[in-house]
């Protein structure tokens, strides 16, 4: 009977990894975070031993209970493209200084260290396929804080594979765009303030204009969240030591869309909903700048397509969850939320 320690368990991973653990195995799940709105239906569960905190004020709650648990997965970290734009010090201070600790604890302690890396840290890459093995980092000049993300996430795999060199267990995965119900909160108005599935969902529920920036040409793998816990939970269980050392994509290359294709399979979805069809009929497609968007600041990759070879093999797993599928997920999850989100226009 596994322990597993998530800390950021209220957080779009972290709920839906803590809901499967409980569904589904005899694991315990230790977790922390600074809100519980995400998982108020989990934290009464015999097998749920939740902590309100802060991983950067209760360190050594943090670190009595890295040395308790067997599998540790620190998921705290700032994700938004906005905030590596206006704050750069804020996201390298807490997705690299505040979760340093934790990774030497991990070390110290001999535990099996499951790191969210990211589909960030290959930047511009130039390959069709991002291959965690070779690809090359990729990344813009200083004056694009936008890849203080990229830089604070890629030093930190770097750092654990360091470690991993002196002995901890560890497996690195890379999340590829997963999207799914509580993946930013859609009564957030502010553009830019969540990602672009949530951000689109906000708009078409208020009956707002969608934003494409720099013509939504850019794309992105996206990946529905059950399918990435699928192979989340695979990495925990690490039969057989199989995932140790590891870095493992995990995305669905099928799954391949531009932003200006994703506003269109939205909108198209929306009338089949009541409770959407009306905000959705008022919206209009608009084109903006990076630069009046994000600000000066940011850069963008046009193609981001993972390799997922290694992790299909190791894991036995495969995404198979069709574009189509994920999206109407995501309108039905949230279809008791239409009143509320729409009284931030009154």
Known sequence: MKKVLILGVNGFIGHHLSKRILETTDWQVYGMDMSTDRI???ITHERMHFFEGDITINKEWVDYHVKKCDVILPLVAIATPSTY???PLRVFELDFEANLPIV???AKYGKHLVFPSTSEVYGMCHDEEFDPENSELICGPINKPRWIYSNA???MDRVIWGYGMEGLNFTLF?????IG???DSIHTPKEGSSRVVTQFFGHIVRGENISLVDGGHQ???FTDIDDGIDALMKIIENKNWAATGKIY???NPVNNYSIRELANMMLALAPQYPEYAEGAAKVQIVETTSGAYYGAGYQDVQNRVPKITNTCEELDWKPTTTMAEALKKIFDAYQGQVAAAQALME
Request: aromatic residues 8%.
């Open 153 to 155: 996430k890629q030093l």
């Open 181 to 183: 119900a509580g993946l």
């Open 219 to 221: 794309k992105r793998a």
């Open 174 to 178: 890379r999340p590829f765009n997963w």
């Open 249 to 251: 994509n995990i995305g």
């Open 40 to 42: 108020t239906d989990l």
């Open 85 to 87: 734009v206006k704050a």
């Open 104 to 106: 030497r604890s991990a």
